[in-house]
């Protein structure tokens, strides 16, 4: 049951049982999902930030890496008997002994549940929203696709993006792709802000834009392909950019020439 679900299906669920058991503490949680955090707890006007992690192998305290310093990392265990809670040493949940559900119960109530609001990202959303007005201003916004990812691609992954190039039905569709990867501006606010904007112009994939076989984590998603980022650096510097305002030049720059 446990095993056949895939692991963002896990830690969708297992968020689903950190929050249902707070809630029920009488604990103020909000769902962020946002700059490496899962949940904003709020005790005694101070707001404390939970990472749940899931697994189905280790049943103890998380000891992997940790991204955030001033975070939790509580950690659920699944089995298809039961889904247990281990939290951090310090977590506000660490005073709870033995927090354990049955998890055939437990999913039956995640199949049933509403969809979670989350807070806007809102650093992240008034860049994205600055790249939008350009394109829309420069009456290009219909050829270009954007995507966009957060720090935790930097941070947490070891594996790139998956979405670059995509699904065959965008690339199809649009002309350029346009890809933002944020980082943090620094560990005492977690500001997200620009690490580099990349462009690619769509009908290059597989061809002057170099692709390599997908990682077996992606392959389980059916991508076979995905982009040589080391080559790209290396190889399409000028379509790399610090700044929204070196794409606004790059794409200025390529409509006086008529490429679009």
């Known amino acids: 049951m ?5 692991a963002q299906k896990r830690g969708e669920y297992a968020e689903f049982v950190y929050l249902y058991f707070v809630r029920s503490k009488k604990i103020n949680a909000i769902k962020t999902n946002y700059r490496e955090i899962d949940f904003t707890l709020n005790i005694n006007n101070k707001e404390i930030y939970i990472d749940v992690k899931s697994s189905i192998s280790n049943n103890k305290r998380y000891n992997g890496k940790r991204s ?12 298809d008997t039961y889904t247990k809670i281990y939290p951090d040493k310090g977590s506000p949940l660490e005073k709870y002994e033995n927090i354990i559900f049955d998890t055939k119960e437990m999913l039956s109530k995640w199949k049933k549940k509403s969809p979670e609001k989350r807070i806007e990202k809102e650093d992240r959303k008034i860049i ?9 201003n420069l009456k290009i916004n219909k050829v270009i ?12 992954w070891n594996t790139h993006p998956d979405n670059i190039p995509g699904r065959e039905s965008y690339i199809k569709k649009f002309k350029y792709t346009i890809f933002v990867q944020f980082k943090y501006e620094n560990e005492q606010n977690y500001k997200e802000v620009i690490s580099k904007i990349y462009i690619f112009k769509n009908s290059d994939f597989g061809n002057k834009i170099k692709l390599k076989n997908s ?4 392959e389980r998603k059916r991508i ?14 000028k379509q790399i950019f610090n700044s929204i305002k070196g794409l606004k030049n790059y794409l200025m720059k390529k409509i006086s020439q008529q490429s679009f």
Do not use: E
Not at 2 to 6: D, F, K, L, P, V
Not at 128 to 136: G, H, N, P, R, V
Not at 224 to 237: M, P, R
């Open 145 to 156: 696709r954007i995507v966009s990812r957060g720090p935790v691609s930097l941070t947490g």
């Open 2 to 6: 446990i095993n056949s679900m895939s």
């Open 128 to 136: 994205l929203d600055s790249i939008k007005d350009i394109l829309s």
């Open 215 to 218: 990682m077996p984590r992606q």
């Open 68 to 79: 955030r310093k001033d975070a939790f990392y509580d950690y659920v265990y699944i089995n």
């Open 224 to 237: 076979y392909k995905v982009l040589d980022w080391d080559y790209f650096d290396k190889s399409f510097q």
